[in-house]
């Protein structure tokens, strides 16, 4: 099998570690920014009965013209805004490398952030240049142009909110990226826009290289693997071209076309979930020891000295969070909870207490 590997599977492959998904069977689940609240029985009735009359037999619309209608309005965007649907984020940006891919291309994007945009590149053989972000987690300007102007990258990936930092960059620095720096595209990935009035959307008319991406994850569709990228038409449809057939399930389409027509529910529940953002916020703030960062997403980054022995003891306490102290420098001793029910942040509140107190 050691000369098979060898042989069939690039070395740069078997050197990568595979993206770890932690087994949470029975744990409060608070590591994964999903939304916590399942789709009522009011609408999960309604939702079995279309989908057991679904052609599963049958390919699903290659384009997904009737979500993309549905899409344009969560937006506030014009009915027929131009758009190329994914296999949720992740197969758009790997959509966007395959594009711009040559040997001497390059993306950048700042660190931390989204942990997809490096490796897909990685994957994909296309050159990721990271330039770290400020102590404060802020956009450092002179670094990001200075990187800008020496590597000339094809594309630039910014979470916008910033994941796992949660906070939206200065406004008028990505501007000047756009308009005065990139020679190439800009993506701004508005994954968290559900939980923040910061968008770049109303300016997509406004810069030929700006793309947008979003996403159904954070809304309450994690299940749902959709997402979507908008932007110019001429760039769309040449991304657009190395998208595969029917990449959105039938089962997706439908799904997602559907609770969009009756997202008032989702929207209470994003609602709660800013509410209890504040709640839990104060409740780490008030912490020995903790410090807590602003977070325009449905999640919170906070730093406790022994950040490791904590996110242990919490998964002690049927608590799985995210470990982020061994990421990056600028992450050391830094943990990431997501927003969860009230009773879900009780309890990891209490159990966080009783651990910074145990001597």
Not at 81 to 88: A, D, F, I, K, S
Not at 176 to 197: H, K, N, Q, W
């Amino acid at each position: 099998m050691e000369n098979l590997l060898r042989a069939a599977i690039r070395p740069d492959v078997q050197a990568l570690l595979p993206y770890a998904v932690p087994v949470a069977d029975g744990m409060i689940k608070l590591d994964a920014m999903e939304n916590p609240y399942p789709l009522s029985e009011d609408l999960r009735q309604p939702l079995a009965h279309i989908l057991s009359s679904l052609p599963l037999h049958r390919y699903p619309s290659p384009q997904g013209t009737e979500l993309k209608i549905r899409l344009a309005r969560l937006m506030g965007l014009p009915e027929g805004t131009p758009m190329v649907l994914g296999n949720g984020s992740d197969e758009l940006i790997q959509m966007l490398i395959q594009a711009v891919a040559t040997p001497d291309a390059v993306i950048l994007g700042v660190l931390p952030s989204f942990v997809m945009f490096h490796f897909i590149a990685q994957v994909s053989r296309v050159k990721f240049v990271g330039v770290p972000l400020k102590d404060d987690f802020s956009l450092d300007r002179s670094a990001m142009l200075a990187a800008i102007a020496q590597h000339r990258p094809a594309l630039i990936f910014l979470a916008y909110p910033n994941n796992p930092t949660g906070n939206c960059f200065d406004e008028e620095v990505i501007t000047e990226i756009i308009v005065r720096a990139s020679p190439g595209l800009v993506v701004l990935d508005e994954a968290y826009y559900p939980f923040t009035p910061h968008s770049f959307k109303n300016n997509l008319p406004s810069y030929d290289n700006l793309l947008l991406m979003r996403t159904l994850s954070k809304l309450g569709l994690a299940g749902v693997r959709l997402g979507w990228l908008c932007g110019h038409p001429a760039l769309l449809e040449e991304i657009d071209k190395v998208r595969l057939p029917y990449n959105v399930s039938v089962l997706d389409q439908v799904v997602a076309a559907w609770v969009l027509d009756h997202r008032d529910e989702l929207d209470k529940q994003i609602a709660t979930l800013v509410s209890e953002r504040t709640v839990l916020a104060d409740g780490l703030g008030r912490l020995p020891g903790v410090t807590v960062f602003p977070s325009q997403a449905n999640f919170l980054l906070f730093r406790v000295p022994g950040a490791s022995g904590i996110f242990d003891g919490l998964r002690r306490h049927g608590i799985l969070i995210k470990n982020l102290t061994e990421s990056h420098p600028l992450l050391q001793d830094c943990l990431r909870v997501t927003v969860g029910t009230p009773q879900e942040n009780r309890l990891f509140l209490d159990a966080l207490e009783s651990l910074i107190h145990t001597p």
